[in-house]
């Protein structure tokens, strides 16, 4: 609704009218204004809940009991702030340490990352598809401007007047693909700053993974073999 609110003001009309000179495309172009509002409105109030859910300080905590052999209370900790996606992947590796630790690893990783790409594709399709209704907007909107040229002397302005109220489609769409950017990028950042700590934890939990067995001389080589698989 914003962006025929916008539109209206710069041409000094009700949106109403706009919405009336816009054509049928200005139909379908509210409910993807309307579906690209609802999710950016739903991943911002999820980017603020994760946020606050992120505990730094009990991955080093998982980490350093990792290194000290115990995997047990690693477990522990990493159940007590579940609500850190780190943490659920750590604790979900390191149940599977003796089976496959690197599959367990990948599953939770994949789980998290979903969650993470939510949304992305919606605003993505909302990019792309605004403007071309836009466009098929003003396609229609001049075909019936053309269309009113009988010999008329007056067709010229006729024609200039449809034509630019057949724009408006094009204008919606633009501001609807615009503005639907920003939060794409922004989510598709999130996104890939989740997968790069994802990998970085990966990498931190085959090392301490390692210095414990390097600790303990009694390590078995299942125990060797499932830090390097990570």
């Known amino acids: 609704m914003t962006d025929a609110l916008t539109v209206a003001f710069l041409m000094n009309k009700t949106p109403m009218q706009l919405f009336v000179a816009g054509g049928i495309v200005m139909w379908p172009m509210i409910l ?3 579906v690209a509002l609802t999710v950016v409105i739903e991943r911002v109030i999820f980017a603020v809940i994760e946020n606050k859910r992120r505990k730094p300080e ?4 998982i980490l350093n009991l990792v290194e000290a052999g115990d995997t047990e209370g690693a477990i522990a900790v990493g159940r007590t702030g579940s609500s ?3 943490a659920r992947i750590m604790v979900a590796a390191l149940e599977n340490k003796d089976g496959s630790m690197s599959d367990a690893f990948g599953r939770a990783a994949s789980v998290e990352l979903a969650r993470f790409s939510q949304g992305i594709p919606v605003l993505d399709t909302a990019i792309t598809a605004a403007p071309l209704l836009g466009l098929l907007g003003t396609v229609t909107g001049m075909m019936g401007a053309f269309g009113k040229v009988t010999g008329d002397l007056s067709a010229p302005v006729a024609i200039t007047g449809g034509i630019a109220e057949a724009l ?3 204008a919606c769409g633009l ?3 615009v503005t ?8 598709n950042s999130m996104h890939e700053d989740a997968r790069r700590s994802i990998e970085e934890a990966g990498m931190s939990l085959e090392m301490a993974l390692s210095k414990a067995a390097r600790t303990d001389g009694t390590a078995t080589q299942d125990d060797e073999a499932a830090a390097g698989d990570l």
Do not use: R
């Not at 009990?58 to 905590?61: P, S, T, V």
């Not at 639907?180 to 989510?187: A, D």
């Open 32 to 34: 993807l204004s309307f």
């Open 58 to 61: 009990l991955f080093h905590d």
């Open 84 to 86: 850190d996606f780190l």
């Open 168 to 170: 408006v489609a094009t």
């Open 175 to 177: 501001f609807v693909a």
């Open 180 to 187: 639907c950017l920003i939060p794409y990028s922004y989510l």
